[in-house]
T-cell receptor, first 112, second 111 residues
């Protein structure tokens, strides 16, 4: 019973392609997030959604478009992929943003 | 942007020894949290300390928080090889809507 599950786990694609990463949580949390972890292991928040509504967009390029069809799902679509998009993307959820976050196992995106 | 820095960036100790990691942050906070990340895996929440608390314990973990110095420390006592991982501190802002991470400490515990 994975609490936060994201797919796929690995994604290798060519520059210029469009790809999506899916995330689902079964914890009943109201808030979901996308984080990006770069090659130096720095974690940076990208987006935050509360009950399907966008709360935070941390100056992420327009090529990244999150979509939350319901509060249990937060998908990330990336257009026109660039080499610099290569990273590990983590989905997370939290009940109200102040308690501990539960993270998915990550999607390693490699753009070639 | 990163909230702050962690010190040291890497730490290597023998099994049974204690490990201490430090974290500094820049802005006022609602709470501070510590996470563990095993290689190639997601982050696991370890412990949360609120801005009005000074010390907290959970099993072999002890966390301190000094809001006047904007710093925190994580102590792992009697370390085990299984504790080998990266440890991240993260802060929740006063609005309670963002968790911002530090750079992490890579801990290696040698058997």
């Amino acid at each position: 019973d994975t609490a936060v599950s994201q797919t796929p786990k690995y994604l290798v694609t060519q520059m210029g392609n469009d790809k999506s990463i899916k995330c689902e949580q079964n914890l009943g949390h109201d808030t979901m997030y996308w984080y990006k972890q770069d090659s130096k292991k720095f974690l940076k928040i990208m987006f935050s959604y509360n009950n399907k509504e966008l709360i935070i967009n941390e100056t992420v390029p327009n090529r990244f478009s999150p979509k939350s069809p319901d509060k249990a799902h937060l998908n990330l679509h990336i257009n026109s992929l660039e080499l610099g998009d290569s990273a590990v993307y983590f989905c997370a959820s939290s009940q109200d943003g102040t308690e501990g976050y539960t993270f998915g196992s990550g999607t390693r995106l490699t753009v070639v | 942007s990163q909230q702050g820095e962690e010190d040291p960036q890497a730490l290597s100790i023998q099994e049974g020894e204690n490990a201490t990691m430090n974290c500094s942050y820049k802005t006022s906070i609602n709470n501070l949290q510590w996470y563990r990340q095993n290689s190639g895996r997601g982050l696991v929440h370890l412990i949360l300390i609120r801005s009005n608390e000074r010390e907290k314990h959970s099993g072999r973990l002890r966390v301190t928080l000094d809001t006047s110095k904007k710093s925190s420390s994580l102590l792992i006592t009697a370390s085990r090889a299984a504790d080998t991982a990266s440890y991240f501190c993260a802060t929740v802002n006063n609005a309670g809507n963002m968790l911002t991470f530090g750079g992490g400490t890579r801990l290696m515990v040698k058997p």
